[in-house]
Nanobody, 132 residues
Framework: QVQLVESGGGLVQPGGSLRLSCAASGFTLNYYTIGWFRQAPGKEREGVSCISSSGGSTYYASSVKGRFTLSSDNGKNTVYLQMNSLKPEDTAVYYC?????????????????????????WGQGTQVTVSS
């Protein structure tokens, strides 16, 4: 059974840090393009950061570039999103997603429109709240 499980969300003050984890089971990450997306109430889904199946290439949305770092540990079949210098506008539910690497690359995944992907898998989401 294919499954993605996110963890690590929570409440943090502005300027703080969180590390999100996305643990995959039922498939091997190094054959998949992986990404983190977020959606805040009343806003469209945003592709935050995506990584190639090899782990060698990453994409970051301009809103998070320089503050977030995406990495993968294929040995643990887990992807991590390190979020530093958090801002209130980072508040959202964060989801990880996986698609076969042959289907789309990491830029294509992050820029994909909602509902446009096939063969995609999604986690249940984890809430990140940045507030004082």
């Amino acid at each position: 059974q294919v499954q993605l499980v996110e963890s690590g969300g929570g409440l943090v003050q502005p300027g703080g840090s969180l590390r999100l984890s996305c643990a995959a089971s039922g498939f091997t990450l190094n054959y998949y393009t992986i990404g983190w997306f977020r959606q805040a109430p009343g806003k469209e889904r945003e592709g935050v950061s995506c990584i190639s199946s090899s782990g060698g290439s990453t994409y970051y949305a301009s809103s998070v570039k320089g503050r977030f770092t995406l990495s993968s540990d294929n040995g643990k079949n887990t992807v991590y999103l390190q979020m530093n210098s958090l801002k209130p506008e980072d508040t959202a539910v964060y989801y990880c997603a996986a698609v076969p690497a042959y289907y789309t690359n990491y830029v294509g995944l992050c820029r994909s429109a909602p509902g446009s992907l096939l063969l995609d898998y999604w986690g249940q989401g984890t809430q990140v709240t940045v507030s004082s």
